[in-house]
């Protein structure tokens, strides 16, 4: 289920997200994909990203090397981001 983003969206374009959670209803789950998610250009082609969670927000504003987003009031919370 990796590589199921590399065959959506439109020859030529970035790759498009799925729009359902594939990987949790296979298994028997269902999150809702409420939290913002998106395809990003990156210098050597693209990538999903997908933040839930606070503890996974923090890894994320540490990875990017910005860690005082998580005590910036604008994300303080799923909803604000």
């Not at 999150?31 to 606070?54: E, L, Q, W």
Request: proline content about 7%; glycine content about 12%; hydrophobic content about 35%.
């Amino acid at each position: 289920m990796s590589g199921l983003i590399s065959v959506t969206g439109q020859p030529g374009e970035i790759p498009m997200r799925v729009g359902i959670p594939i990987g949790d209803l296979c298994a028997g789950f269902f999150h809702p994909t409420s939290i913002p998610t998106g395809v990003y250009k990156t210098s050597d082609g693209c990538m999903n990203i997908a933040v839930f969670g606070s503890t996974i927000w923090e890894r994320f504003c540490h990875i990017l090397g910005a860690p005082k987003w998580i005590a910036d009031e604008r994300y303080r919370d799923r909803q604000a981001r």
